[in-house]
């Protein structure tokens, strides 16, 4: 029940109350007005308890769906969870999310784009309220039955992220305790958005960086250009189909990519042959040992190592194999005897997957081998054979 209903159910009793009272004796009349006082005191606590109980329990739910808006691990989920729980919380009919230079709208349709446009242009860093009544906005192109609307800008440390958007809310809605959950909403929500394009953008230099590097080293040797990028493709396949969580992929994307680093360090060898046989480390001792690297430094250190312990550096076998290395071993030896090979040695798409499946369990881990035959079907859409 809520507190209105409460109050108005309380009001009710303690008249009848006093109305019994006073159709007895006029001189029960002070008995009366204490039953009364004592009613509406009683009353107004029971409400008021309520009332707090309701607003404990909002606030809850609110902490936790900003929790899971902060778990989230891309800008659209965010966003989804940001309009689900600002919904369900607040009543709202319905919602619109604006991100500059990246509309994010409840209806999918452009012409809501100027209307999203100008709002933005009006909100910074504080909330504004909007009424379709005043002229002054009546000419914008608002969705059907959409009188009445409050922006609420995403910021965190003064940093304008966008906006969220609640359509025929009511006002009151937004009073007390409301406005602490939009706030918290808001908040968690800029906060993640903002680690995400953060991450995003540092992840695309890194790219960039890696893939400059490459294309640099890959030139000397046109044999094995693009062979970084093939592998990368594969072993990504490979990952997803084995369940690898956000960081592992990480880990072997960066690690495919730089597997066969330490070929082209083989001029500042002192012998040549040692660097050929153990290129794998060579590469291994020029990526640093720090942060997510020092894991991709020890995958490409040990991708060169066989299941049944006659690989290279170390002899290791099966399970002391790091596993991202031997899904890595796979696709390397995968894009080897289909792309490096010359023309004549070159294997097709179904004979290279015979040959890897017949060195499972001796070269290669069987379990990667069984991942490697679930995607095959994909593998054709990704090269050229």
């Known amino acids: ?87 369900s919380l607040l009543g709202i009919e319905h919602t619109l999310l604006w991100l500059p230079n990246d509309n994010i709208a409840w209806l999918e349709d452009e012409k809501y784009h100027d209307l999203l446009e100008e709002i933005g242009q009006r909100i910074r860093l504080n909330p504004l309220t909007i009424q379709l009544t005043n002229s002054e906005d009546s000419n914008l192109p608002w969705p059907e039955n959409v009188t009445w609307l409050a922006a609420y800008p995403l910021v965190t440390e003064d940093k304008f992220q966008g906006i969220l958007l609640l359509l025929n809310s009511r006002a009151k ?72 969580d956000k960081a592992e992929m990480k880990t072997l994307h960066y690690a495919a990519l730089l597997h066969d680093i330490g070929k082209y360090a083989e001029t500042v060898a002192d012998d040549e042959a040692e660097s050929l046989s153990d290129h794998a480390s060579l590469g291994a001792e020029l990526i640093p040992a720090t942060g997510i690297f020092e894991q991709v430094r020890e995958t490409v250190r040990y991708h060169h ?22 899904i890595i071993a796979v696709a390397d030896v995968y894009d080897a005897i289909t792309r490096l090979c010359s023309k004549e040695e070159r294997l097709d798409h179904r004979t290279a997957l015979g040959v890897i499946k017949k060195a499972t369990g001796t070269i290669f881990d069987p379990l990667v081998v069984v991942a490697l035959e679930e995607v095959a079907d994909e593998l054709p859409s990704l090269f050229q054979f």
């Open 173 to 244: 809605k937004l009073q007390g305790h409301y406005g602490e959950v939009l706030n918290i909403l808001c908040r968690q929500s800029a906060a993640t958005i903002n680690r995400l394009l953060t991450e995003q953008n540092r992840e695309e230099e890194e790219q960039i960086l890696i893939s400059a590097l490459l294309a640099g080293i890959e030139a000397g040797d046109p044999i094995f250009k693009g062979h970084s990028e093939r592998v990368h493709a594969i072993s990504g396949l490979i990952g997803s189909k084995l369940g690898l």
């Open 305 to 326: 190592e066989r299941y049944d312990g006659s690989g290279y550096p170390l002899g290791l076998s099966q399970t002391d194999i790091p596993f991202l290395a031997r």
């Open 1 to 87: 029940m809520e507190s209105k209903q409460i109050v108005l159910t309380g009001l009710v009793a303690t008249a009848l109350i006093t109305a019994l009272v006073l159709s007895g004796l006029v001189v029960d009349m002070v008995a009366a007005f204490l039953v009364l006082v004592v009613g509406i005191l009683l009353t107004y606590y029971i409400a008021l308890n309520q009332k707090r109980i309701e607003q404990y329990g909002c606030l809850r739910a609110t902490i936790k769906a900003g929790n899971e808006i902060r778990e989230q691990t891309n800008l659209k989920s965010v966003l989804e969870h940001l309009a689900i729980h600002a919904r």
